[in-house]
């Protein structure tokens, strides 16, 4: 196992990082799942940060694409440039072109756009006039949205809310970690030097590792039944919570449940699943893909609260 390593690359980055544990464990499950995380916080709580910190600690290329209403699929993903010297067009390759992709305040540009970012994130590739490209692998997105400000943003659909894996909630810091933060910050000559721990070819060995993690019949069952008790609340004795759910989690949020508390488990050293595992994950992998309805929103019903009804409720085995 390459539990060591993963220890040395939180080491190295927490030289940077102050006291965003949870973000780096999520983010790292992504990676080691190829899954998607879009992360919701107000601004200044060093998300580009982390995400431009653990690209050098993996040896990965990063970009950093800021979205605005006037952004066009051209400028995520390239475009085909005349060349006079040539007399043809010559494929410019767009910032998409990378392992680790932040796409900041991903809801402020319109449709165009979220589809060709839809079908970099789904398919792994992109099309560019009449050639298709394959993106290169880890590729990872990590989308970021500011709870805060609405206006002028487009709301995301919801086919593309479901395909990532998780929505993590960044929060702020205590005060003895802003302290250090701000002491650490306030040094105006301050420069962090990262050297880089992991590289692909090992990266892609985690995954494997990550994959053979055993995890029971029960425990699979387990994760079926919550699942569902989001779409049939009524079954399980959720009649509170039925008033308020419009729509269920998709069958994604089985498929990313089990692998993503795989990883949680191999990140801890253990080869196999606990249910606190789950229970640790369920709120980051369904809170994005239970639809409430306009009842809830007037009640001050939460998502937050129908997860955590949930999984009181809902019986392992």
Request: a negative charge; proline letters at 5%; aromatic letters at 8%.
């Amino acid at each position: 196992m390459y539990i060591e390593k993963i220890r040395e690359v939180l080491d190295e980055m927490g030289k940077v990082v102050v006291g965003q544990d949870k973000l780096l464990n999520r983010l790292l499950i992504g990676l080691f799942t190829g899954g998607h995380i879009l992360l919701e916080g107000v601004p200044g709580l060093a998300k580009t940060l982390t995400i431009n910190v653990m690209a050098k600690v993996l040896h990965l290329e990063f970009k950093r694409i800021q979205f605005t209403p006037d952004l066009l699929p051209a400028d995520l993903i390239g475009t085909m440039i005349y060349k006079p010297k040539i007399g043809d067009y010559e494929v410019k390759r767009g910032p998409i072109f990378s392992n680790l992709i932040l796409a900041d305040e991903v809801n402020r540009s319109p449709a165009k756009v979220q589809s060709a970012l839809l079908e970099a994130m789904q398919e792994k590739q992109v099309t560019i006039g009449d050639e298709t490209f394959l993106l290169d692998r880890p590729f990872v997105v990590l989308a970021t949205q500011n709870p805060v400000e609405q206006e002028g943003t487009y709301p995301l659909p919801e086919a593309q809310i479901d395909r990532f894996m998780m929505k993590v909630y960044v929060d702020y810091l205590d005060k003895m970690k802003e302290l250090e933060v701000m002491r650490r910050m306030s040094d105006i000559n301050y420069e962090y030097k990262i050297r880089p721990i992991l590289n692909k070819e090992e990266i892609f060995a985690i995954r494997d590792e990550v994959n053979k993690v055993n995890i029971s019949d029960t425990l699979e069952r387990y994760i079926i039944e919550l699942v569902f008790a989001t779409r049939r609340p009524l079954d399980y004795g959720l009649r509170d919570e039925a008033r308020y759910i419009q729509f269920g989690a998709s069958p994604r949020a089985t498929i990313y449940l089990n692998r993503a508390a795989k990883a949680l488990a191999y990140l801890e050293g253990r080869d196999y699943v606990l249910p606190e595992d789950i229970k640790e994950l369920a709120p980051d992998i369904m809170n994005h893909r239970i639809l409430l309805n306009y009842e809830a929103e007037a009640d001050g019903v939460r998502t937050m609260t129908i997860i955590d009804s949930i999984l009181r409720k809902v019986a392992i085995g």
